[in-house]
Nanobody, 124 residues
Framework: QPQLVESRGGLVQAGYSLTLSCIAS????????MGWFRQVQGKEREFVAS????????YYADSVKGRFTISRDNDKKAVYLQMDNLTPDDTGVYYC?????????????????WGQGTQVTVSS
């Protein structure tokens, strides 16, 4: 059974950093692009970042460019989201996502497997 399991998020103060991780199982990891989305209650899930299978192609939402970094370790079947200089606007539930192929350019409709979501709260 394919599965994505995210690390626990947390509560951090504005300006601080947090790294999320996601471990994939049950499928060939390198056949899939990986990404992160986030959702605030009452709003649609929005794209944050994505990375293709060999880490050569990455995409970022404009709101996180220069602050967030996505990476992956194919040996560990893991994808990471390093979040620096966090702001209260980054608060939300973060979802790990997997899409077949390059996942480029990334769209939510391409995702065929989601993680369970992890809460990130940034206080001012």
């Amino acid at each position: 059974q394919p599965q994505l399991v995210e690390s626990r998020g947390g509560l951090v103060q504005a300006g601080y950093s947090l790294t999320l991780s996601c471990i994939a199982s049950g499928r060939t990891f390198t056949d899939h692009g990986m990404g992160w989305f986030r959702q605030v209650q009452g709003k649609e899930r929005e794209f944050v970042a994505s990375i293709n299978w060999n880490s050569k192609v990455t995409y970022y939402a404009d709101s996180v460019k220069g602050r967030f970094t996505i990476s992956r370790d194919n040996d560990k079947k893991a994808v990471y989201l390093q979040m620096d200089n966090l702001t209260p606007d980054d608060t939300g539930v973060y979802y790990c996502a997997s899409a077949p192929g390059s996942f480029a350019p990334p769209r939510a409709q391409m995702v065929d497997l989601w993680g369970q979501g992890t809460q990130v709260t940034v206080s001012s």
